[in-house]
């Protein structure tokens, strides 16, 4: 708990994030979870997973960004990995994943109208390349600018996805704003440090409320998109979406890049549709950060990675 907290607050840092960002042998525990710099490498994971049955959402990494230019350069990034998609013939196999502060939400009074500008356009490129966007849920002092983003742009792009964070208790009500039939829900547990005036802080009650969330997004006419590694809420899933009568391809599991790779195989083996989450791009160092604070025995690989072992 004491190094999950250390390495929630690293995530903020601004000083640690330039130190392993100049340290090369950093690179060694970034692959494992990040595809690469470049969106050739992106499409590059997109395609070994499609020869293995598997599908992706592609997120160009990157956060609260601290000017216009910068949601602008992000935006693009996105338009042009989009293009790459279809020209490589991969745009049935992957969508893509926007974080909303990346094009623009937080640049002050103008940035919720500045993002939902940016994510539609994203939404055009992605229709017109024939694939779907996800919007991704953040800290929780952005949810509800998040889902007025979502909605409004939802409104001329049917196809876009939300995501929902079992940790926050507001979850249940948004759940049934969003669940509209065929609307795609991402359901997690939630990634970013919890206050314990908006969130559940005990893991227990995360998961608790994960599976009372899952309950009633099968039965809804949402397509369920069901974001955990958790084995127990892996189960729980498969025995939801019978009882529910849900077939293969009305819901889907999805993990992230580099997490338990075995389980994603195994599942797309026995004919589920499964979703890996691959980001790439050269700002690394919150998402593996936080990678690295939900499951602490992956920071001895890390270091292993950074002693060059
Ligand atoms: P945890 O509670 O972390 O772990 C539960 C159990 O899962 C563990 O006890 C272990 O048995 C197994 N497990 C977990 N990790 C590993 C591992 N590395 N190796 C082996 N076993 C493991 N969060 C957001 O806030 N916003 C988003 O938009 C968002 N999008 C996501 C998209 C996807 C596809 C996924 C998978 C996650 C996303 N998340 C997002 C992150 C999510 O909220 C959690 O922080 C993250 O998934 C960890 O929670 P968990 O459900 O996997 O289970």
Avoid at 186 to 194: E, H, I, M, Q, V
């Amino acid at each position: 708990m004491v190094l999950r907290h250390a390495l929630m607050t690293a995530s903020e840092s601004g000083r640690l994030r330039a130190f392993v960002s100049r340290t090369p042998a950093a690179r060694g525990a970034v692959d494992r979870f990040v595809a690469g710099e470049h969106a050739e490498d992106a499409v590059r994971a997109v395609a070994d997973l499609a020869a293995q049955g598997m599908l992706a959402t592609i997120d160009h990494l990157g956060e609260r960004t601290l000017h216009p230019l910068q949601a602008e350069d992000a935006t693009r990034s996105y338009l042009v990995l989009l293009g790459r998609l279809a020209d490589a013939g991969l745009a049935g196999s992957a969508e893509v994943s926007v974080k909303p502060t990346a094009v623009g939400l937080g640049l002050g009074a103008e940035g919720e109208a500045l993002a939902a500008d940016n994510i539609a356009r994203i939404a055009t490129a992605a229709e017109r390349a024939d694939t779907t966007v996800t919007v991704d849920m953040e800290d929780a002092g952005s949810v509800a600018a998040i889902l007025r983003i979502y909605h409004q742009v939802r409104d001329d792009h049917p196809g876009l996805g939300c995501v929902l964070q079992s940790a926050l208790r507001r979850t249940e009500g948004d759940l049934v704003a969003v669940a509209r039939p065929g609307t795609r829900v991402r359901l997690c547990k939630g990634a970013y440090a919890p206050d314990p005036g908006t969130a559940h802080t005990r893991r227990h009650d995360v998961d608790t409320a994960y599976v009372r969330l899952l309950r009633w997004l099968m039965e809804s006419q949402a397509y369920p998109m069901v974001a955990t590694h958790d084995p127990r809420l892996i189960k729980i899933a498969g025995i939801l979406a019978a009882v529910n009568g849900k077939g293969r391809t009305e819901f889907e599991y999805q993990m992230l890049y580099g997490v338990r790779p075995d389980e994603q195989w195994r599942l797309a083996q026995e004919g589920a549709q499964v979703r890996v989450y691959v980001p790439y791009g050269p700002d690394w160092y919150g998402y593996l950060t936080r990678r690295l604070a939900e499951r602490p025995a992956n920071v001895g690989f890390a270091l292993r990675s950074l002693a060059g072992r």
